[in-house]
C-alpha cells in the first residue's frame, strides 16, 4: 500500500516538473510509465487531478504563473488522447456541467477551466463566449443542466451573473451556479452577492467544487 | 508645516523620493467623467473636446494630482484596423483577434499613429486637458506595452503558445510591436503628456514566471523604455510584481504600479529611494467600501508606503470602475487630505 502511495507521489513529482516546464515529451513519458502500473481511470484519478491540482493551487499562491497553468491543461488534453482510448469512460456517471463566459469575451478562463476538467475526465458543454443573460438562461433550461460553471473578467459581466440567478429562479431551474474569474478574486463577497452558489480562486477549485457538488447530490 | 503644493509640485517631489506637502493621490479615471457630462460611455469617447472637459472635471471634482489622458486599452486595437465593443456600463473591451494565424504576424505592418482617427483624437484629447490645466497638474498617457499588447491582438491562448512554441515569430511581433509602442508613446508626449503609464500586466508574476519574464517582458520593456522620450510609471494592472521588483527597477521607469495582492510596506522597502511606488486600493472592492472603511483603508497604505515619498496613493489596476461612487472617492480624497499631510506625525506615535 505504502509503495503504491510513493509511487503515485513519484509520478506526480515527475508530471509537475515537467508540466511546468512546459516540457510535453517528459509528461508523455511519466504517463506512459503510469499507465503500466495504473488502469486508465486511476491514471487520471492518481495521477493527473492531483498533478493539475498542484499546479492551480501553485497560481493562487504566486508559486506558479498563469501561463504554466494555461500550458499545463493544454498539454495534458494532448497527451491524454494517446494515454487513454478514446472509447474508455473515465467517469461512468457525472452531472450535466455546462460552462459559459457571461457578457464577457474574454475566453482564457473558460479555456483554462475547461481543459482541466476534461483531464480530469469531465464531459462539459460549451456555450461560447459572450452570451447573454437570455440566452444562457434559455440553455440552460433546454439541456437541464445540473452545474453551469461562469468564467468572467469584467466587473459589469460578474455583475450580471445576479439577473441569470434570477432568471432561473423564476424558471425554478434547479441549477448550481459556480463562478471565477479575477473580479472574484478581488473581492470575497461578490460571489454571494450576484447570489452564485461556489466560487473557485483558481482553475482546481472547479474539480473540487464540482466533487463537492457530487458528493451533496448523491452522485 | 510645508507650504500647499500645486499637484505637478507634489508629484515631481515625491518622484525625487522627498516628501512634499501630502502624499499624493493618483484616481485613475476613465469612464466617471462622462457620468460627469451625462453621456453614454460610447457617446463621451466619441470627441476629444467630451473626454477633455470630463477628465478635468472629475480631477477636480475629487481633488485628483493628475488628468488621466487615456482612453482605454483597446484603443490600440482599434488602430491596428480590429474591432471595440462598448457596453453602457463598463470599459470598452477588444473584440475578435485580428491575428488569425501564427503566419499572419509575418505580414503585419505597425499603423502610423497620425493615419489613426482613434489615436489622433486621443492625442487631441490631451492636448485640450493640458491646454485647460496648463503646467500646474500633469496628464498622464498610457501606452500597452509591447508584450501586453497581443493578448488582444491574437488571443491570450493563442499568444501564450506563441511565445513557448513560436520563438521566432514571437521576436518578429515583438520587434513590430516595440516600434509602434514607441511612436505612440512619443505623441503622447508631444500631445502635452507629462508622462506615460506603460501597462504591462503580462510580465507580472501573475501571468508568466520570473524566468520567462527575464528572457521576454524584461529585455522588451529595456529596449522600448530606452526610446520613449520622457518618464514612464510601469504598471502591472493588477497583476504582482514583487519577485521581479528589481528586474523591473532595471529597465529604467521612475514608478511601479503594484497590486493589493501584494505587501505594500515589503514593495516599497524594496524600492525605497529608487522608484516611486504607485497604489494599491482594490478598485472592484471599492464598490462598497463604507466611510469608516475608506479611511482606514488609505490609512493602512499611507502607514505603509508614505515615509520618505517615493508614494503615490493610486487604486491598484490604474482604472477605477464605474461602479465606484462619488461618496467613495470623495472620502479617499478626505482620508488623504486628514491623514497624507507631511511629514506623517502620527505615524510616530
Ligand atoms: C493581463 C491583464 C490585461 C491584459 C490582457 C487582458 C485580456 N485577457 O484581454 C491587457 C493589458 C490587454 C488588459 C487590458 C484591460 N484590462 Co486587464 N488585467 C489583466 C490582469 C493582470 C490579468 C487578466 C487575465 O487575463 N488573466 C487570465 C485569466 C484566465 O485569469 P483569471 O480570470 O483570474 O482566471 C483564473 C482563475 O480566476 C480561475 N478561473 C477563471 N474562471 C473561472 C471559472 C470557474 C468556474 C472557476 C472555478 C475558476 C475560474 O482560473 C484561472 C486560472 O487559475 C487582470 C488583473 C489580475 N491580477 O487578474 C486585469 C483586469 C482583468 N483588467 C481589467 C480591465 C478593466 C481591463 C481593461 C478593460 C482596461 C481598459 N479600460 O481598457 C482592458 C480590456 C482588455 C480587453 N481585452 O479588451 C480588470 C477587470 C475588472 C474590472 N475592473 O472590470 C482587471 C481584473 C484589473 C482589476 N483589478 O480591476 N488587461
Known amino acids: 500500500m505504502e509503495n503504491q502511495v510513493d509511487k503515485a507521489d513519484k509520478y506526480i513529482k515527475d508530471m509537475v516538473q515537467a508540466l511546468l516546464s512546459v516540457d510535453k515529451m517528459k509528461a508523455k513519458e511519466t504517463l506512459a510509465q503510469a499507465r503500466e502500473a495504473y488502469q486508465p481511470v486511476e491514471v487520471v484519478e492518481k495521477v493527473i487531478v492531483p498533478s493539475l491540482e498542484q499546479i492551480g493551487e501553485g497560481w493562487r499562491i504566486d508559486k506558479v504563473s498563469l501561463s504554466q497553468v494555461y500550458m499545463s491543461g493544454k498539454i495534458c488534453n494532448e497527451i491524454l488522447q494517446d494515454i487513454i482510448p478514446r472509447d474508455c469512460i473515465i467517469r461512468e456517471r457525472q452531472l450535466t456541467i455546462a460552462i459559459a463566459t457571461l457578457e464577457d469575451f474574454h475566453t482564457l478562463g473558460k479555456q483554462i477551466v475547461k481543459g482541466f476538467l476534461h483531464a480530469a475526465g469531465y464531459e462539459i458543454v460549451d456555450y461560447g463566449n459572450g452570451l447573454s443573460v437570455d440566452s444562457l438562461t434559455e440553455h440552460i433550461i433546454k439541456d437541464k443542466i445540473d452545474v453551469l460553471l461562469i468564467s468572467v473578467l469584467m466587473l459589469p459581466s460578474a455583475l450580471s451573473i445576479k439577473e441569470l440567478r434570477k432568471r432561473l429562479k423564476e424558471r425554478q431551474a434547479a441549477v448550481t451556479i459556480v463562478v471565477g474569474g479575477a473580479p472574484f478574486n478581488f473581492d470575497d463577497k461578490l460571489y454571494k452577492e450576484v447570489e452564485a452558489d461556489y466560487m473557485g480562486k483558481t482553475v482546481s477549485d472547479a474539480i473540487n467544487i464540482i466533487h463537492a457538488i457530487e458528493t451533496d447530490r448523491g452522485v | 508645516m510645508s507650504l500647499r503644493m500645486t499637484p505637478m509640485q507634489r508629484i515631481l517631489t515625491t518622484l525625487g523620493h522627498e516628501e512634499p506637502d501630502r502624499v499624493p493621490m493618483f484616481l485613475v479615471f476613465t469612464m466617471h467623467g462622462a457620468k460627469e457630462l451625462g453621456l453614454s460611455i460610447k457617446e463621451y ?305
Open chain 2, 45 to 349: 469617447f466619441s470627441k476629444p473636446e467630451n473626454v477633455a472637459e470630463g477628465q478635468v472635471r472629475v480631477c477636480r471634482k475629487f481633488g485628483n494630482d493628475c488628468v488621466n489622458g487615456y482612453y482605454y486599452a483597446p484603443i490600440e486595437i482599434e488602430a491596428w484596423g480590429g474591432e471595440v465593443i462598448f457596453r453602457d456600463d463598463g470599459p470598452p473591451n477588444s473584440g475578435m483577434p485580428f491575428i488569425k494565424d501564427f503566419e499572419d504576424i509575418r505580414g503585419l505592418v505597425p499603423p502610423d499613429v497620425k493615419d489613426c482617427k482613434c489615436l489622433t483624437k486621443a492625442l487631441e484629447a490631451q492636448r485640450l486637458m493640458k491646454e485647460k490645466v496648463g503646467d500646474d497638474i500633469p496628464v498622464i498617457g498610457t501606452v500597452v506595452s509591447p508584450f501586453s499588447l497581443p493578448v488582444m491582438q491574437m488571443g491570450f491562448g493563442k499568444y501564450i503558445e506563441l511565445i513557448y512554441e513560436h520563438k521566432e515569430l514571437f521576436e518578429h511581433l515583438m520587434r513590430i510591436n516595440e516600434d509602434f509602442c514607441v511612436q505612440w508613446a512619443n505623441a503622447q508626449f508631444d500631445a502635452g503628456c507629462t508622462a506615460v503609464g506603460y501597462f504591462d500586466p503580462v510580465s507580472s508574476t501573475t501571468i508568466v514566471d520570473k524566468d520567462l519574464y527575464l528572457r521576454t517582458g524584461h529585455n522588451i520593456a529595456r529596449r522600448t523604455l530606452s526610446r520613449i522620450k520622457g518618464p514612464t510609471a510601469t504598471h502591472f494592472a493588477a497583476g504582482r510584481c514583487y519577485s521581479i521588483i528589481e528586474d523591473v527597477i532595471q529597465t529604467g521607469t521612475a514608478a511601479v504600479g503594484v497590486s493589493v495582492l501584494e505587501d505594500l510596506q515589503m514593495i516599497k522597502n524594496a524600492c525605497k529611494g529608487r522608484i516611486t511606488v504607485l497604489g494599491n486600493l482594490n478598485g472592484i472592492e471599492m464598490r462598497r467600501w463604507s466611510q469608516e472603511e475608506t479611511t482606514a483603508i488609505v490609512k493602512d497604505a499611507i502607514a505603509k508606503a508614505g515615509k520618505g515619498g517615493g508614494f503615490i496613493l493610486s487604486d491598484n489596476h490604474g482604472e477605477i470602475p464605474f461602479q465606484v461612487p462619488d461618496d467613495v472617492l470623495l472620502a479617499i480624497g478626505d482620508a488623504v487630505n486628514e491623514w497624507g499631510r507631511y511629514p506623517l506625525k502620527w505615524l510616530d506615535k
